[in-house]
């Protein structure tokens, strides 16, 4: 209640941009507010930093003392870059050493909550170990939510990436960090194990004790001073220090640059999860989320840190080989689009591109594909997943190739040849009450017109008409043998469309596809098809 008071008074005078009297209640408070000024807003304004709570002197109602409890809004200008939610980081790690420096550090989304009051005793029993704690930097939990429904259709779990590749990772130097749910040595951020980088000023060191009052002047004026956004001026921080800066995907760089450096970490799933979260429940916020994710991971794949040259070097082959399985996570989107759309457009022209049934090749592709599959689906299951769920997972993995996985790359590359750039932006977890019923009962939302439906959309087309004629030929009497390997690929793309389908004919709610997404679509399919006819 204490926080969210303190959150909804600076928040108001973001909005009204001035300090209205009534809301300073105490000194404490009129010096957390006395530097602001009409002239500032939401990307111009001084260091806020409230001690809500101290655990010197508060107690809950039977008396114990309570932790401390701080408020901590850093100083923003539009003249200085804020590096986003690294920067963020990074002023609390520098907020937190000059008011408390505890050994011990936990990063958590805001809308992730903790789930076992057991959690802390777990890390400290690694982190205590003598045979770990030499060059253990972080401990990974595995991101687990609740509110998913049923199948989990957008396949918001990410059980690969959270879980069973997490742990694979935990058999060579240790999972990924993957932003939240990880509890950190402090001085893993300050430099290698072997290798610290000196602080600015000795507050920030990791032996640091900090002997006075977080309330007092001295503490208070020091923590203002490594909040401001010109204190990394001419530092290490971003780059040899703290949460590194050069990627939207900040957990991800900052967790290798640490292994890289010689830093292990430990992956740890018990039963009962630790931490708790939500997600989003819309296809385009799921889309957005991820469309980020794939440029951020860009940006460390082309780097001077880049994971297969550097992280090779520095960590080794296997690591270096995990750590590129998902800096280079978007070009999935290559073979993706080839396999939705040429296989299906030589349908279209009677054009066979496999071999036929009678050929010992047949045999082959049908090995790869059902092995392939099987294997992942084996996967899936042993890890507690279900049919349903596993089959979610599939076609969100052809939506993602077909829509954030291509933008992400055209983005990041338009980007490097200085034609566009892009910005950070938050993924949605606002909850609109129709968009919640209907994902309650597992139905796609498309409602918004966005571009990254269109290549999904065509698709959709493209390959139900493919199927459709050939389907309706062989049972002319057509011989349709060499065509058959075609028809079952097109066949498995038809029936993860069938959300798309749905949204375009059969749905009037708020969710269904936007018409001129459909309209540009079908002429994007009629466009194709003519042109591939003229190759063909």
Request: aromatic residues 14%; proline residues 5%.
């Amino acid at each position: 209640m204490m926080y969210e008071d303190m959150k909804m008074k600076v928040e108001h005078v973001i909005d009204k941009c001035e300090v209205i009297e009534e809301y300073i209640s105490d000194d404490q408070q009129h010096q957390a507010f006395n530097k602001w000024t009409k002239s500032f807003s939401r990307m111009d304004h001084p260091t806020v930093i409230q001690v809500i709570l101290d655990r010197s002197k508060d107690t809950d109602i039977s008396g114990q003392l309570m932790p401390n409890l701080i408020y901590v809004s850093r100083e923003k200008s539009k003249t200085s870059p804020h590096h986003f939610k690294a920067g963020a980081l990074n002023v609390l790690l520098r907020v937190s050493a000059v008011m408390t420096n505890a050994p011990i550090i936990l990063t958590q989304d805001c809308d992730m909550y903790s789930n076992d009051p057991q959690t802390p005793l777990r890390i400290l029993c690694y982190f205590s170990d003598p045979a770990l704690k030499s060059n253990l930097a972080f401990i990974q939990f595995p991101q687990r939510f609740h509110g998913l429904n049923r199948d989990d259709i957008y396949a918001s779990e990410y059980k690969r990436l959270f879980k069973i590749n997490s742990m694979g990772f935990d058999g060579l130097k240790g999972p990924n960090y993957v932003g939240s749910g990880c509890f950190f040595r402090r001085r893993a951020l300050l430099g290698g194990p072997s290798t610290p980088v000196p602080p600015e000023i000795p507050e920030l060191g990791p032996d640091h004790v900090v002997r006075k009052p977080i309330i007092s002047q001295e503490i208070l004026s020091l923590a203002h001073r490594v909040a401001g956004c010109n204190y990394e001026n001419q530092t290490g921080w971003g780059s040899q220090s703290g949460f590194r800066y050069g990627s939207l995907v900040e957990d991800f760089y900052t967790g290798y640059r640490l292994q890289c450096e010689g830093w292990k970490s430990l992956f740890c799933n018990p039963e009962r999860a630790a931490f708790l979260g939500d997600v989003p429940i819309t296809l385009f916020d799921v889309l957005s989320q991820c469309k980020r994710w794939c440029i951020g991971l860009f940006e460390v794949a082309f780097s001077k840190y880049n994971t297969l040259i550097f992280g090779s070097q520095s960590m080794g082959v296997l690591m270096s080989l995990a750590y590129s399985h998902y800096a280079l996570w978007p070009i999935w989107c290559i073979p993706v689009t080839f396999y939705s759309f040429l296989p299906q457009l030589a349908l279209l022209n009677q054009v066979g591109i496999f071999p036929k049934i009678t050929e010992p090749w047949f045999f082959l592709y049908v090995f790869l594909f059902l092995g392939a599959y099987g294997q992942d689906l084996l996967d899936f299951v042993l890890d507690g997943g279900t049919v349903r769920k596993w089959w979610n997972a599939q076609r969100m993995w052809m939506i993602r190739g077909l829509s954030c996985y291509l933008f992400s790359s055209i983005e990041y590359l338009l980007k490097s040849v200085g034609i566009s750039t892009h910005g950070f932006s938050l993924t949605s977890k606002v909850v609109d009450d129709e968009q919640s019923k209907r994902y309650g009962q597992g139905i796609f939302e498309f409602g918004v017109p966005s571009p990254l439906f269109v290549p999904l959309t065509v698709a959709a087309i493209i390959n139900l008409f493919s199927f459709l004629l050939v389907l309706t030929q062989s049972f002319s009497g057509k011989n349709t043998e060499g065509l058959c390997l075609q028809m079952i690929l097109t066949g498995s793309i038809v029936l993860n469309c069938l959300p798309v389908y749905g949204a375009i004919g059969l749905r009037n709610d708020a969710g269904k596809m936007p018409t001129q997404i459909t309209i540009i679509s079908t002429f994007v399919s009629v466009a194709l098809y003519y042109a591939s006819s003229l190759c063909l």
